[in-house]
Each structure stands twice: as C-alpha cells, then as structure tokens.
C-alpha cells in the first residue's frame, strides 16, 4: 500500500422527495423549498483516494471510476462540480484525486442517482477537507457544510447528507432552513413515520428523455413559474401541519398533487417533457382504487421519470406486499421494484483517521 495515498469511503442514500424543488436560481438555489425522505438501501458507495502532488499547478487532476470502469461523463460532470468548488475548497488543485463510485441501483432511471451520488462525494470532500485542513468539525457543521458542497453537486443531493425526513429552502416555519443546505426535520422518537416505506416500481429503467437540470431550466421562462412557486409553498406549509398533525390522508393527498404538478409542469414546459409512460398511469390507477378498497395510509409519488413511489407504513405491509405482486408487479419492466424504506443517512465506511 502506498503510504501517501489516503482513501475516504461514504455510503450516501437516495432521497425521494413529498414536496419537489423544480427550477432553480444562480448557484444551485431553489426557486422552492422541499422535503423529502432520505432511503436505506438505494445509496451510492464512493472511495475517494488521493495523495499530494507532486509538482503543484492550479488545475484539477482526478479519475472517476463507475463501478470499476474509468467513466468518462460521469468524469465530465464531476469536473464541472470540482471546478465550481475550488473557490470554496482551494486545496482540491494541490492533490491528485480519485474517485471509485457504485450505485445499488440501475442509474437514470428516474431513481435520484444524482442525489446519492454527488452527496457521497460531497461527504468524501468535506472529510479530506478535515485531513488537509487538520481540524475536526463537530458533528453539526460537518454535515451543515457537506450539505452545502452536496449542492453545488446536485440540489437534491443537499438533501441526501442527511437520514429520515430532510426540508431544503429558506422555509418561513422551519428553523433553521436555508436555500444554502438542507436541515433534517425532527420525527418524534415514538412516532410512525420511522415506519414509513417506499416501494420503488420500475416501470423503464432505461436513460430519461429529459434530465432534471434541464428540467430546471425549463422552469425559468415556464408560464406557470410563479404559481408554481406558491402551490410549493403553500403545499410545504400543508404538508409540516399534516405531519405535525399525522394527517396521512392529508399527507398522500398533498405528495400525490406534487407528483402530478411536477409532471404537468414537465409536459407543458417549451419544449415539452413527457416522461410518464402508459405502465405509471396503470399503476397509479391501480393505487387509487386499492387504497378506496381497503382504506390503508398509502400514496404514491414520481421525479422526473416514469417510475412510481408507493409509500405506506410497515404496519400495513401485509395487506400492501400482495397487492404489489398480485397487482403492481405486471406494469414493471420484468416485474422489477425495489424494496426500501425510509433510513438513517450516510454512513462513513473507513475508519475515522486521528490527527
Ligand atoms: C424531480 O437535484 O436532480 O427529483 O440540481 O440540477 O442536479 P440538479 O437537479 P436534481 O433535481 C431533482 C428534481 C426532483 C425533485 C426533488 O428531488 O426535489
């Protein structure tokens, strides 16, 4: 082993969002806040590897690895994001940088790979930082400042440091909250929603016609952008009651009018976005009439993508697993779903290095 080399790993999780930030401003701001559940099993592992240089020049010299292979648009990206951080983290031109990434799960498939991604390498960067640096950060601002680098990454990823329910965005009732980085939202200790689980339908795994960035984008001269951002709004201020209050109805009701906002924005943005497929309004379809049926505390919510959330409580997974397979299942690409739920946050994978 090369004694200069020193390799941080991080497992980061995916998030999937009740209340969805779409459109942006200057520097990765929302033009909203939101909220989203941070999962268990879909994350991201990265190692980053690096070691001084040995001649020292102003650029940035990194390698990015996607499950093993050298992977050059994921490589490109990463440069964009390195380059956008130097101001903000000047060592990263003085060291050779190599990053070794893995997803559990297939990426671009609507599934926020870039929110697990770009906060695993954000929580990797913040932890070099304390090497190079030689100062620890306590608990708090380590993450408050790896929140901030995840979003510069990717806005959603701000959200990922993070385990449980998380808001990001200057939110007038939420304290602290901050268009900067994410805050987790305290879920009382004896509360259900620590029971709270996603089944993720694949309904198509293959690549998204219309990224969410370019999604983003799509919002700035939207004709609906400014009643986008009070339905946000006011839908951010109903959901907080609704979980303050454990108002599932209310819950599923606001998340489900998200999902669908977002997609209506998608589709009526210029030029349009069509990302639903015939399969996600069967199962949405199916969803509605189930849940009339037996009454249970389930919804379902989409990203930008054609695959279906269904959330529901471990409580009620017996009556809901059945009808996944019996109902659900013949709509997904052969018969794919992922089993998740919601989950305790990142996790640091090499020990903790003294200095
Ligand atoms: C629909 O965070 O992927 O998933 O900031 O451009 O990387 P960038 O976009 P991204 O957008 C996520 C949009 C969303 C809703 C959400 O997660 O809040």
Not at 4 to 26: E, F, M, Q, V
Not at 61 to 73: A, I, K, P, V
Not at 141 to 155: E, K, L, T
Not at 335 to 340: H, N, P, S, Y
């Amino acid at each position: 082993m090369n004694e200069d080399i020193t390799n941080i790993s991080w497992r980061a999780p995916s998030n999937i969002a009740l209340i969805k930030y779409w459109g942006k401003r200057a520097h990765q701001l929302p033009d909203n806040g939101s909220l989203s559940i941070s999962l268990e099993k879909t994350s991201t592992t990265t190692t980053l590897s690096f070691k001084r240089k040995l001649r020292l020049e102003k650029n940035i010299s990194f390698e990015y690895y996607f499950h093993g292979n050298r992977h050059l648009r994921f490589e490109k990206k990463t440069e964009r994001v390195l380059n956008d951080l130097i101001p903000k983290m000047p060592f990263l031109t003085d060291y050779e940088l190599v990053f070794q990434s893995e997803n559990n799960f297939p990426h671009s498939a609507g599934i926020a790979s870039s929110a697990s991604s770009m906060s695993a390498l954000a929580l990797c960067l913040v932890s070099m930082e304390e090497i190079v640096n030689r100062k620890k950060l306590s608990k708090d601002p380590f993450f408050q400042r790896a929140s901030f680098i995840a979003r510069i990454g990717s806005g959603s990823a701000s959200r990922s440091v993070y385990g449980g329910i998380v808001s990001w965005g200057n939110i007038p009732f939420i304290d602290p909250s901050s268009d900067d980085y994410a805050t987790p939202y305290l879920i009382p200790k004896d509360s259900r929603f620590h029971q709270l689980m996603d089944i993720i339908l694949i309904v198509s795994s293959k690549e998204k016609t219309v990224s969410s960035t370019s999604g983003h984008a799509l919002m700035n001269d939207h004709p609906y952008r400014e009643g986008r951002i009070s339905q946000a709004n006011s839908n951010m201020s109903k959901m907080t009651n609704a979980i303050r209050n454990d108002n599932y109805q209310l819950i599923g009701t606001i998340a489900e009018n998200e999902a669908l906002s977002l997609h209506a924005l998608l589709m009526t943005s210029s030029p349009e976005g069509l990302l639903l497929k015939p399969n996600t309004l069967h199962i949405i379809e199916a969803i509605k009439s189930f849940r009339e049926i037996t009454g249970l505390d389930l919804f379902f919510t989409i990203d930008a993508g054609p695959n279906v959330h269904l959330i529901y409580f471990e409580d009620q997974r017996d009556s809901v697993l059945p009808f996944v397979q019996d109902t659900l299942t013949q709509f997904c690409e052969d018969g794919q779903w992922i089993d998740d739920k919601i989950g305790n946050g990142p996790e640091l994978l090499t020990h903790e290095i003294e200095f």
